[in-house]
């Protein structure tokens, strides 16, 4: 049948398959030239004895050489054939191997080459084969410069130092230890936002030019600890200094007070003179780690705290920092969890106006109780709450309990108005006046009766951005506080631009009043600015009255302070508005929350 046929071709040509597959040029040259020539011997003594015997009439078997001889003639023939056509064929296959090597090792000598081809086809082929090899190698060159330097800054990137310590990180000892320093620019976010984004890019660049240059520098023993060093710019605005030849932690400690020093100069670009300055941490291996992955996760353990403590400088990394994370990562999820359950709480500490005696006014401040009844404080869970992004989410709680506490106090014909913090993440986030006109919808409280806070620095910081968010809300009848007066840098000439209503003098110069000399000079400065621009002015932190008088005295609007009230939650704050006199008294702090 049709399908039996067709199953006998496969079995042929997986035959034929097998024979040939496993032959090398030279055998096969060699037994087709020796059939050949077997055939061809065979051929002509055919030829020759039908001649003798159509025209000479010789018997069929009557040869003119024996046949024993002609048979030894023949196997001569086929043999010679054989070794002839072996040989040519095996110096062709030897030139075919060259070729092989030579692509299979391509990648690896740069300085192998195929001279000496002996037949035209295999001359036009090795002219083929090299320029093919020789843009591969450029292309090859091309993307491994690629893939290990940073097109920013032409340094070595984060694949690049990765490479260099997976390679040398086994190699340290305690005896001669690696190093890894992890850079980080200080204020290049705002310089960023000056100079835009091609401008920064530049920046960048000097300063990964600078590093290298100052590093360049560096002689004696510390120079030789940067000896096969890799500097690479890691992601943003980091910057990575491996060195596997650290020799000593007094070593590395010399080069991070070089790179410091050597980024307290400023920058020129485009004109504009930027200073940057720049922080890092220090890890040593393999006394702190023995991986890289280790080695980058304690560098930037040893960095944020910098952050967070000095916000510039350098840290070596040490086995508590990792205790210090691991607080910080359960504090984060216990974070998480309590901005889902909605654990925060408004509490509220009265704002009392000097002349009349009456509160008009409470700063709402956030309180997080958990639900064993501890309370956090503020201190602990603000700064993570502003690093995590979690400010915003609990900002917007916090303003919703306030303002619906003052619908109340406003229902019970309490004339009290509220203040609210807002933190920079929340102002930075672009839908701050969404958020605040749909909370004052959802609440029924009237513009009025709300008042925002935010810090001096904050405002000096993007002036136009407060004037872009403050500018509708107090179309509406809001007031805008600047908290913290006095702590910052700020000046007439940016004050008279921005739309504040409230100066907050700062709860240092108050409560130095009765101790410091300059404290009453410089209380007094700031309430003479705030009569001057017809601001009022609120005193944080009156704890005496002593205090109260000489703010009273000096023109100052209203008091805040535990002399009045520490913060209360809704319902005792209530209650307190209800009781309170025009000569109020110190409520005992046993009623705080």
Not at 83 to 92: G, I, L
Not at 145 to 150: I, N, P, S, W, Y
Not at 319 to 333: F, H, N
Request: glycine share 6%; aromatic share 6%; with cysteine.
């Amino acid at each position: 049948t049709g399908q039996n046929r067709a199953n006998r071709r496969l079995k042929k040509k997986r035959l034929l398959s097998r024979l040939f597959g496993t032959m090398t040029i030279s055998a096969f040259a060699g037994v087709v030239a020796g059939m050949l020539a077997s055939l061809v011997f065979v051929a002509l003594i055919v030829v020759v004895q039908t001649y003798r015997v159509l025209e000479l009439g010789v018997a069929p078997l009557d040869t003119a050489v024996p046949i024993p001889l002609l048979l030894l003639l023949m196997m001569v023939a086929t043999v010679l054939a054989t070794a002839v056509s072996y040989a040519s064929a095996n110096h062709f296959r030897k030139s075919l191997d060259r070729f092989n090597d030579y692509l299979l090792n391509a990648h690896l000598d740069d300085t192998a080459s195929l001279d000496g081809m002996h037949f035209a086809e295999l001359r036009r082929l090795r002219v083929g084969v090299t320029r093919t090899i020789g843009k591969l190698r450029r292309e090859n060159a091309l993307l491994r410069e690629t893939a290990f330097v940073d097109p920013r800054t032409g340094l070595s990137n984060m694949i690049a130092i990765d490479k260099a310590i997976s390679e040398s990180l086994v190699r340290a000892t305690f005896e001669a230890p690696a190093a890894l320093i992890m850079l980080d620019l200080d204020r290049f976010t705002r310089a960023s936002e000056q100079l835009g984004s091609y401008a920064s890019e530049a920046l960048l660049a000097q300063a990964g030019q600078r590093l290298k240059s100052e590093l360049a520098a560096i002689t004696g023993p510390a120079g030789a600890a940067l000896r096969d060093a890799t500097i690479a710019a890691l992601q943003a605005d980091e910057f990575g200094v491996y060195m596997p030849n650290a020799v000593s932690r007094e070593h590395v400690a010399t080069i991070a007070r070089a790179i410091r020093q050597a980024f307290a100069a400023p920058f020129e670009l485009n004109g504009q003179t930027v200073t940057l300055g720049i922080s890092g941490g220090i890890v040593m291996a393999p006394e702190d780690a023995d991986s890289s992955q280790k080695l980058f996760r304690h560098a930037e353990l040893a960095l944020r705290l910098v952050r967070d403590e000095a916000t510039s400088g350098f840290r070596f990394f040490t086995p508590r920092l990792t205790r210090v994370a691991r607080g910080k990562y359960k504090l984060e999820d216990e974070l998480r969890e309590a901005v889902a359950n909605r654990e925060f709480k408004a509490v509220f500490q009265p704002k009392v106006n000097f002349q009349t005696g009456k509160i008009v006014g409470a700063e709402a401040l956030a309180r997080w109780r958990r639900h064993n009844g501890k309370i956090i404080s503020p201190a602990a869970f603000i700064p993570l709450a502003e690093e995590t992004g979690l400010i915003n989410q609990i900002g917007e709680q916090i303003l919703e309990a306030a303002c619906q506490s003052a619908r109340i106090w406003m229902r019970e014909g309490l004339d009290v108005s509220v203040a609210v913090n807002v933190s920079p993440r929340q102002f930075e986030q672009g839908n701050l006046t969404d958020t605040v006109m749909d909370v004052l919808k959802r609440t029924g409280l009237h513009p009025n009766r709300l008042e925002l806070e935010i810090t001096e620095s904050m405002a000096v910081e993007n002036p136009a951005k407060v004037a872009e968010v403050m500018g509708p809300l107090r179309m509406m009848g809001m007031k805008l506080a600047i908290d913290d007066f006095g702590t910052g840098h700020s000046n007439l000439s940016m004050l008279t631009q921005l739309p504040f209503d409230i100066f907050k003098i700062d709860r240092q110069f108050v409560s130095a009043l009765e101790g410091d000399k300059q404290a009453p000079a410089i209380v007094e400065m700031i309430l003479a600015m705030a009569e001057t621009l017809g601001l009022e002015t609120v005193a944080e932190g009156v704890e005496t009255e002593r205090q109260a008088d000489f703010l009273r005295r000096r023109g100052c609007t209203m008091g805040q302070g535990f002399l009045y009230s520490p913060g209360l939650p809704h319902g005792a704050f209530l209650d307190f508005l209800r009781a309170f006199r025009a000569a109020p008294l110190p409520l005992d702090s046993r009623q705080a929350s």
